[in-house]
């Protein structure tokens, strides 16, 4: 076995600050199988591409035989699983992507893990771990006086997209019930920061109200996530690999709950203040549209048990994170260029104007 990481869906939002990170705080090699769907973004990790420590491969955590001959070749220590079809809106308006991706896709890697892990030596099957990355929304909606999401809340997914997660959530379960494959799985809370592909909330209230166009905001705007600062996030989820207890699972969270019409009011103020605002502060731009359907009115995860096992705690408040994260938006416009073009402007199209 080698100092190797496998990394899928490493192009992604997180996975990319996932790689970025790992290249330039640890000693070990990186090889990341992304597909390059429309989230998927090389340029996320110019930065490393000429790296002895980083390979790209692109393909499918379906294509078994890829996989296989990956594993085979690079003989990691550790898989740590990002790839999956991310987007609970997308995943309303066509499902069959996320089953094929999360589901279908998260067992062919299982599979071909196992196959791998059977053939190591005695110690190195013990040494090595199935890091698989999930989230909260798999535990369904909570209530505004409920306890938040701890490790033993029922499962209760709501939308396709929860769905295809909690089932790949049970599968990396079974594997290590059944198999002994050792495994970890993290659930973490509503992730922010560079790299964010601008479907998602918060980089497309920064995108458009930039550009001084409409911000969407769903029914009443008074649905609650918990926010995460990315680099938080990767940090939480090496801390798991290196110290997580095999077969457990850990919530990741930010203990940082927000309505959605606060953080597109902060948003606006803060790009008025960076940006300017000519007279017209930027909340004017916003507009209550159409709600998602079974749209999850809150989540909020308990993130004792990572703190009191692993000493793990989020280091950014929300203040300072949102604050890079609209710059960051603001300084990067070839980046945003880049991905608003194309298949970009088709989604907004076709998901807003219904
Ligand atoms: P993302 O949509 O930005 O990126 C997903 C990446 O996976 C892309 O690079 C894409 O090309 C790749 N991919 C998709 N299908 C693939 C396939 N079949 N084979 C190989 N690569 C494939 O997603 P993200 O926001 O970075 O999320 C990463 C993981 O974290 C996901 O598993 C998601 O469920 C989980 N998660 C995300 C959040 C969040 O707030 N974004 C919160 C909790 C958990
Ligand atoms: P999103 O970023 O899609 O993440 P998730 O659905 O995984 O939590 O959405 C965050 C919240 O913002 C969610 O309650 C839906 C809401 N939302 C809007 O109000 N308007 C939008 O245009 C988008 C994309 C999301």
Redesign the pocket.
Known sequence: MENTIFV?????????NFVLQRIERDSASVVN?????Y???LHNLEAIAKNQRYEFVH????DRGLVRGLLERRKPRAVV???????VDRSIRGPEDFV???VD?TFALLEEVRTYWGGLAEREKTDFRFLH?????VFGSLGPNDPAFSETTPYAPNSPYAAS?AASDHFVRAYQHTYGLPTLTT??????GRF??PE?LIPLVILNASDGKPLPVYGDGKNVRDWLYVED?CEAIATVLARGRVGQTYNIGGWNEKRNIDIVETICDIVDEMAGSRGAPRRGLITFVKDRPGHDRRYAMDATKIERELGWRPVETFESGIRKTVQWYLENDEWVRDVTSGSYRQWVETHYSS
């Not at 699983?81 to 987007?87: D, I």
């Open positions: 899928t869906g490493g192009a992604g939002f997180i996975g990319s199988l992304d597909k390059l769907t989230a998927g973004n393909g499918d955590i379906a699983h990002f790839a999956a079809e991310s987007h094929r991706t999360n896709g990355v999930s989230t909260d929304e997660k659930n973490c809370s509503n992730n922010y964010q592909f998602k996030h």
